[in-house]
């Protein structure tokens, strides 16, 4: 490769060092930027093989260098342990005058880094008692972090008399473009006053786009005030996309606890955010008494003002417990909107939670999708799912949303064992008709019968519970083999009030073979006479069942599991 090599030199920023080094000796003495070693740019791409030299980006940048046009890229695993890190970036949001950020291309090239901590870290530039803190601690313009593991990280709130605003692993505070992928951050714990974030504290882009892709956060994620998130704390601005994320870690603290995101605030007209395909498994628990609570996805939403502005979530699920004192959700909790945005605005599809939802107050509100949203700013469900949870509170619960609350039209399914407020719930397909959610279709059962085995493979028995005048519904039954090629399928259509029965003959079928094992998919599609909305694919009707024969049923009733 030919090379135009250069070194940044520590001296352009020695005067710019020098108070705070007089001012905190001690701390200073403790941390790497005492301890960097040059590094080699060639063809703008620098090559890290130590901390010092990891050290010495994060001295160059917070001088004035913003690595713009640089690809940085690790070609060792790196341990800060020991010493405490400061950020590359050490600018705080809403600071005045020069802004010293990040905005290169770091790549780490499937490395880890151990042992950041901010253990004796002074912030160069806290604002108002606030600092941000992460890897990166302020990264702007176009951006790219990617192919990075974080292990045993240990980032504490207060820091020399500050507060941590703007908190990550990777990256605390973010206003350019960004793309954030394949970071993960594995152990240890992230804690900060607001806008906390597994992997990204707050992104507050006022142009282009963010996204936060296949990143995951097991370690323990906590705010002493609001604004934690598993992967992401604070979404702001502007467009925004989180998507294939993953949250394993416990998320604590007062209010506004997201598993995935913490919170959408303040967008700008005409903002597209969306959380899609993410998933978590972290405990939430929320103990503050403010409205906004806690949820398994999506924390709470918050616009300033009515403007119109989109919020997508889609297949998005959440298996962990969420509680709170006030307010807990499935999927996303409270919207603490100071204005009133758009109808619809909020949109949620094909989501499912199977968490158990709990609240203590005696005004609280526990769901198990979404509770409280400003009454201007409905929000819409589609295909979403509630499955095998215990929905609790002292106060409302609510298997779905809150009424009056919710975009008519909105679907969402019952599946498994659901309780709410100590009371059974209906398996089945709901539809949010303006008023209250109304029971469509109840989800029923596979079955075959043992006196016509040679032609009856599957039995799907369901009932109609509330089609009004122009709604049906279709119900579909499928029969796959192990390998999950379709053999056989059969569609009934669903028109009238009271049980129903679609069988599936063997008879009326090619492609089966003697002494395999099938499964039954029953799948029900909903139609209120404008277009036709599938509500769910009831999965807790699969079963195996085996070739009919005498043979089969002998060893039935002899209890051996075929």
């Known amino acids: 490769m030919a090379t135009n090599a250069k070194r940044f030199s520590a001296s352009a920023v020695s005067a710019a060092l020098l108070s705070i080094i007089l001012a905190a000796p001690s701390a200073w003495a403790d ?161 900060g006053h607001k806008g906390v974030g597994g992997v990204l504290g707050r992104d507050y882009a006022k142009s282009g786009q963010v996204i936060v892709t296949n990143c995951t956060n097991a370690a323990t994620v906590n705010t002493d005030n609001y604004q934690a998130g598993g992967v992401v704390g604070t979404i702001g601005y502007w467009d925004a996309l989180v998507v294939d994320c993953v949250n394993n870690g416990e998320v604590t603290g007062n209010q506004s606890l997201g598993g995935v995101v913490a919170c959408i605030t303040s967008p700008n007209a005409g903002a597209n955010i969306r959380i899609v395909r993410c998933v978590n498994n972290g405990v939430i628990g929320a103990t503050g008494l403010a409205k906004v609570g806690a949820a398994g996805v999506l924390g709470y939403t918050q616009a300033d003002s009515k403007i119109e502005w989109n919020i997508e979530v889609r297949d998005c699920t959440n298996t962990a417990p969420v509680s709170s004192t006030v307010k807990a959700g499935g999927i996303c909790s409270g919207n603490g909107s100071s204005g009133t945005s758009f109808v619809s605005a909020e949109k949620f599809f094909n989501c499912v939670n199977t968490g158990d939802i709990s609240v203590t107050a005696g005004n609280g509100v526990a769901a198990g999708l979404a509770t409280w949203a400003n009454p201007n700013d409905l929000r819409f469900f589609e295909n979403c799912v509630v499955k095998d949870c215990v929905i609790s509170s002292t106060g409302t619960a609510t298997a779905f949303s809150t009424t009056g609350q919710t975009a008519s039209g909105s679907s ?60 049906s519904a279709e119900v579909t039954l499928t029969v796959k083999n192990q390998a999950g090629v379709v053999v056989g399928t059969i569609t009934r259509d669903i028109t009238a009030v009271g049980d129903q029965e679609v069988i599936l003959d063997a008879s009326n079928v090619d492609g089966f073979e003697p002494n395999q094992i099938y499964n039954i998919e029953a799948k029900t599609e909903f139609n209120d006479g404008t277009a036709a909305k599938t509500l769910s694919d009831t999965v807790e009707t699969y079963m195996n069942v085996g070739w009919l024969t005498n043979e089969y049923f002998a060893a039935v009733a002899d209890g051996e599991n075929t």
């Open 31 to 191: 941390g790497w930027v005492d301890h960097t070693e040059d590094y080699t740019v060639v063809d703008q791409t620098i090559t890290i093989s130590t901390p010092g030299q990891l050290a010495k980006i994060a001295v160059d940048c917070n001088a004035g260098e913003t690595f713009a046009g640089y690809t940085i890229t690790l070609a060792n695993d790196l341990d800060l342990s020991g010493k405490y890190w400061t950020p590359i970036g050490d600018s705080m949001r809403d600071e005045t005058g020069t802004i010293y950020a990040f905005s290169g291309t770091f790549n780490g090239n499937g490395h880890t880094i151990t042992g950041l901590n901010n253990d004796g870290y002074v912030p160069a530039h806290p604002v108002s008692g606030y600092y941000g803190y992460g890897l990166f601690g302020y990264v702007n313009g176009t951006t790219v972090i990617s192919n990075l593991t974080m292990a045993a990280v240990q980032i504490v709130n207060e820091c020399a008399g500050s507060n941590g605003d703007s908190v990550g692993s990777v990256v605390g505070f973010n206003t350019g473009s960004l793309l954030l992928s394949d970071c993960h951050l594995i152990s240890g714990s992230v804690s």
């Open 412 to 471: 969402a399914t019952i599946l498994g064992t659901v309780t709410v407020g100590g009371v059974a719930q209906a398996p089945g397909l709901y539809v949010y008709n303006g008023s209250a959610w109304a029971q469509k279709i109840a989800v029923g059962e596979v079955t075959y019968d043992n006196n016509s085995y040679s032609n009856v493979v599957a039995k799907y028995n369901v009932s109609a519970c509330d089609l009004g005048e122009g709604e």
